[in-house]
């Protein structure tokens, strides 16, 4: 599809993200934490949470659907919780403020969870809680979204697509993190589809008549549905009492009944959990985490989950990236007051 | 299939289960731990994890694959780590052992974990759970088991089927509770389509040749598939990572390794996870959980995990249970010294 692309460097990304966010109405706090985000996932070859999500954080600034001055308060909770109030604003700063307290508590009491509410989510889970396991701890994190998804048998929209990521820590290289929605497929996935004309496969949605359909569009009128059956819907439903309930953040109906059609990212709740494996008592984690993968991988045809985002992170400091011009030029645009 | 059943009362299948273990070589308080599982399970119609269990289990005692004496040591790990050490014995004793310092460190810390080596888990998640739910907590349990399912793209087996539950309290309600293999497929319901001569639906498992097949017998031989796909395979590995390795416990290879065909459970680990909701600074949460449940059971053909255990629990404690006559006569020569 992409006739003509811009190349730059990541920092030029970086740079040009923070411009953007700040000419629609973030500081430069926020605009930093977001930019860092879109970085790491430029830098990941995972373009469709890279700058390709630019424009929407700033369609939601701009609608004031966003707190682009928030300051995210942390709040000592107990002695496994942290939380915070991302007083309506973009996550990535919210993350960034509470994450240290997360660690901490982690490091101290061998468990500990973060809670976010108040915050908008837009971004890839990868980059929460690949650091929690570069600090050596064991995370997961689940988010919760708009309601696009039905559950398991049903033809109406309860739950977000409502992502989970895990991560775990390797001796001398990057952690394996996965990062999954909860639905068949990425929104985004159908979006695109629909764009171009093409159908999808079966078991993605269900069109405005509750029928099962490969045509994208009927879906994006209609409901995705959640991946793997009822098994994966019950992973919905747990990630949306997690992300939501649990951090009495909006749920997904209630984000999508505040939606104000912006196209960027809506009101949203956040739930990590830190485990520190070095005080089960037990020292040969790390290693017996390795025999595992050697074990996965000595059968043709497993990856690990994130290992084409570590290639990608070796190349693309070099090689820079590749952006579609009509994507570059409108964050350009904005950013130059456009 | 089940031509002759036999009648009994709960509180019978108790006292049966018992007796079975007793005369197997378990004492009194392993064997009264197990029997409280196997009674939940037939209470609430869980007849793959009630009396159907106890043979193996017995299997196991005899063959010393497990210790039928075993006193689960609770470890004070840390402010949020409870640890177990199962002592060889079977899991039930070991959860009901070390519940109480996880629920009384969930409460005062926001969240806790209980993590249990050594032990050999043959039972459904959900009873393990379900108390921490009654205690107000939401709750999360991992197991893993013998290897017999393979990683997402993979033809070996390197997980067991590797359940995971998660448990919510409800006002006035019995918990909602999940429990879940991370196979596609349960393997006894795999075992009793080869006994019974009948094919499996598409993607359940592999060939010895490592070609799907739907023929159940080749698949006992081969190996089992994750649900889901890649994303159930993530899940699979999650939990893999979670019950054994941050535990200590045997992996699912390790497992299989050490197994001597006693037909009973293996050793592997267990991880349980609790959370206080109400610390969390949000005195709503059973009511939005309410709220999204009803969302949810609001679309004609959704159902709530569990609702058939729950609806089967209201009537057996008058009614009775149905247990095939062949294996009853099993139980009942077990216990008399067959």
């Known amino acids: 599809m992409t006739q003509f692309t811009v190349h730059s460097t990541l920092d030029a990304i970086f740079d040009l993200t923070v411009g953007a966010l700040m000419a629609s109405g ?47 308060k942390v709040i000592d909770q107990a002695p496994g919780i942290v939380r915070v109030d991302a007083e309506n604003g973009l996550a990535p700063l919210a993350m960034k403020i509470g994450r240290p307290a997360l660690i901490e508590k982690a490091k101290s009491q061998g468990i500990a969870t973060l809670g976010i509410a108040n915050s908008a989510h837009f971004a890839a889970l990868w980059p ?46 990057p952690p394996m993190v996965f990062d999954q929605a909860s639905s068949a497929s990425a929104r985004g996935e159908i979006m695109l589809a629909a764009r171009d004309g093409h159908t999808v496969p079966e078991g993605l949605g269900l069109g405005p008549d509750g029928q099962p359909t490969t045509d994208p569009a009927a879906i994006l009128k209609g409901v995705q549905l959640p991946f793997g ?26 984000g999508e009944a505040a939606y104000t059609g912006h196209g960027g990212p809506s009101a949203a709740g956040n739930l990590v959990i830190a485990i520190d494996p070095s005080k089960f008592g037990n020292d040969r984690f790390l290693e017996r985490v390795e025999t595992m993968f050697e ?30 011009k009509a994507l570059y030029d409108k964050v350009v645009a904005i950013r130059d007051g456009g």
Request: with cysteine.
């Open 128 to 173: 929460d809680v690949e650091p929690l396991a570069d600090a050596g701890l064991v995370a997961m994190n689940f988010v919760n979204s708009r309601a696009f998804v039905a559950a398991a048998g049903g033809k109406r929209a309860v739950f977000g697509t409502n992502p989970m990521a895990f991560a775990v820590p390797r001796p001398g290289k």
């Open 295 to 324: 074990s996965m991988l000595a059968d043709e045809g497993v990856r690990l989950p994130g290992d084409r985002r570590l290639v990608n992170r070796k190349q693309t400091p070099e090689s820079g990236v590749h952006t579609d």
């Open 229 to 254: 059956g009822y098994k994966g819907g019950a992973i919905a439903m747990m990630v949306e009492i997690l992300a939501a309930c649990v951090t009495g953040a909006d749920t997904s109906l209630e």
């Open 26 to 72: 973030a500081n430069r706090e926020n605009a930093e934490a977001v930019a860092e985000v879109v970085w790491k996932a430029e830098r990941d070859g995972c373009l469709s949470h890279g700058i390709f999500r630019v424009p929407g954080y700033c369609d939601a600034l701009k609608a004031n659907a966003v707190n682009g001055s928030a300051a995210p």
